[in-house]
């Protein structure tokens, strides 16, 4: 099956300017999601989708291809990510022909992202024939949405879930598993992606990885959290 790798990288970050050719350690942030890509070896063909030239040239250095620039309208803030995918699959159809099997979303936000999980999720597709195949983290304790609350406008509160007892939930280890996806690595079947169904509940399966490999860098306080751990030499996610 051939195997596209796209990383969707727009120029116009808000909260982090330029985050993604921000230097995170030595490199640029998507340096490190180009990296572990090629390192897989599970990829046939590695593009970065960007509205900016800059990003472009950078994504370049370090060894993904950069076919197209994607319109501005396609890179604004509320642009999700199915019509970015489309675009993809549609400008690589029509330049040369190509159209592979599968599609990964490779975000370059989530730098810890391993060669070992991006084929993972690849052999993941293969082995049950699904039409989605998403990284996921578990989700425990406080962060569990058994002990989540709405707030009202006065600060009253009320539970997230009706249709539980949240005293019945009084320990952590009465929670049942649960878990949330991450982006890390998602994978789609072209069909999934043309047909516009890319958030299908059916046909989808799960990917368990380490909450540390999980890593979204958006905010001034993810890069400081992000410098630290190389700092550490964490070489294992990386």
């Given at each position: 099956m051939n195997v596209l790798g796209v990383i969707p990288a727009r120029g116009g970050s808000k909260r982090v300017k330029r985050k993604n050719i921000r230097p995170l350690a030595e490199k640029p942030l998507i340096a490190y999601t180009i990296q572990s890509a090629i390192k897989s070896k599970k990829i046939?063909?590695?593009i970065v989708s960007t509205d900016d030239p800059e990003i472009a040239k950078v994504a370049e250095v370090y060894g993904a291809d950069v076919p197209f620039l994607r319109p501005a309208s396609l890179a604004q803030d509320d642009t999700p990510d199915q019509p970015v995918f489309q675009h993809a699959l549609n400008s690589l159809s029509n330049q040369d022909g190509y159209?592979?099997?599968i599609v990964l979303n490779l975000r370059p936000t989530t730098p810890f992202k391993t060669p070992?999980?991006?084929a993972k999720v690849i052999e993941k597709m293969r082995e049950t024939k699904a039409d989605i195949v998403r990284t996921m983290s578990p989700v425990e304790g406080?962060?569990?949405p058994y002990w989540m609350y709405n707030m009202k406008s006065d600060c009253k509160t009320v539970p997230f879930l009706d249709t539980i007892n949240v005293s019945?939930?009084?320990?952590r280890q009465l929670l049942p598993e649960v878990y949330r996806i991450n982006g890390v690595v998602d994978a789609y079947t072209r069909g999934t992606i043309i047909k516009g169904n890319m958030l299908a509940k059916k046909n989808l399966y799960g990917l368990v990885i380490s909450e540390e490999e999980s890593i979204d860098i958006d905010t001034e306080f993810d890069f400081f959290l992000s410098e630290c751990l190389l700092q550490m030499k964490v070489k294992e996610w990386l």
């Open positions: 046939n063909r590695l159209e592979p099997d070992k999980t991006i406080v962060n569990h019945d939930y009084y320990q």
